[in-house]
């Protein structure tokens, strides 16, 4: 059974950086498409990113474009989400999730295994 654990979360004032990892025990995280989410309070949940297995390929939502980064290192089974020029409005509780069906996608019902989240607080 893959288990995945997020952690880097925590509280940065508007236009810092952040970096989450998602680090996998029980099975290799090469094996899966890894993508990231989030939850702002009230709000639905949304996708930010994601990465394919062999990491060459790697997609954003409109919001993250530009600031975040997804990467990962096989090495570590780890995961990561450089986040940059973050404001308010990255506010959320960031979930990393596993798949390995089909091509990479931005859907979270590709994703079949999920971590418990690292809350992301930017304020000032």
């Known amino acids: 059974q893959l288990q995945l654990v997020e952690s880097g979360g925590g509280l940065v004032r508007p236009g810092g950086s952040l970096r989450l990892s998602c680090t996998a025990s029980?099975?290799?995280?090469?094996?899966?498409?890894i993508a990231w989410f989030r939850q702002a309070p009230g709000k639905e949940r949304e996708a930010v990113s994601c990465i394919n297995t062999n990491g060459r390929e790697t997609n954003y939502a409109d919001s993250a474009r530009g600031r975040f980064t997804i990467s990962r290192d096989h090495a570590k089974n780890t995961v990561y989400l450089d986040m940059n020029s973050l404001t308010p409005a990255d506010t959320a509780v960031y979930f990393c999730?596993?798949?390995?069906?089909?091509?990479?996608?931005?859907?979270?019902?590709?994703?079949?295994?999920w971590g418990q989240g690292t809350q992301v607080t930017v304020s000032s």
């Open positions: 029980g099975k290799r995280l090469s094996l899966y498409h």
């Open positions: 999730a596993a798949g390995s069906r089909g091509v990479l996608s931005l859907r979270s019902e590709r994703y079949d295994y």
